[in-house]
């Protein structure tokens, strides 16, 4: 399936790539991958986005006295010191499926802290039992995934959690997508972020693609999407009790 559902333009067709980010390479030195991942860090910090995407995944526990939260694909760690600053007593669990990242946020504070466990974790895979958590978040990190991975990470995110909330970036329509990309392509061959974001863009999945994905998963899986132009995507998945696989 192309990155901008079946029902894509042939120009979109295009704006597509299946060449991994430096984050995703095994012939890529960790110093350079720590670069990207430092740097995600500090924009987030300071665009505070670490602060927003908490905030959209507290706001869908409102209800719920003391969650349980499953962050996947964390890299740096942020979003989880966020959400334990933000709750008084959120349980997380801190994963992600790069050693280097997990045992970089074990030595940091939240390795010690009492309401976080840092664990390594495929998010395609989950390694939990049915109905662990009460959400499990996939944050700036599916479009790496191919469409068959990417589609198990909703089947696999919606049986170990109640609800699973996918925050990406936004497929632009295919003009305004190009623009996006020739404001980016001047830098990437000399900064690892800008380099990593190319190629992000290009991965990034449309609406109609998600619920493509969601439904290959399981038909049963509902899926709730929001976001515009220049926010994130937004995705909240979840099925029926009795559709649990
Ligand atoms: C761009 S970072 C996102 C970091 C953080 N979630 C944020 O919001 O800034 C993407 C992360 O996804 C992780 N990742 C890639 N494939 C994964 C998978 N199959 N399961 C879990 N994590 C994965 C990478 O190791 C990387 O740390």
Redo the contacts with the bound molecule.
Sequence with gaps: MPRGGFDASCLDRLLQTDRP?Y??RDDVDDSV?RQ??DA??WV?RVFK??EQ?AGIALDLLADTADPKIL?????????SRTLLENHPTAEVTV????PA?VAAIAAGDLGSHPRAVVRE?????IDAADDSFDLA?????FH??APE?ASR?FAEGTRVAKQLLI?DLPRPPAPLHLVRLATMLPLAPFVPLVH?GVI?SLRCYSPSALRELAHHADPAITVELRGGLVSPQIVVASRAVSGRR
């Design positions: 980010e984050l995703d991958k990207v991942t995600l860090d987030g986005n670490h995407v962050e996947l694909g964390a890299g740096h760690g942020a979003v994963t992600d499926i790069n990242s974790m495929d998010a395609t895979a978040l996939f944050a700036l990190s790496r995934l991975q990470v925050i990593d992000s």
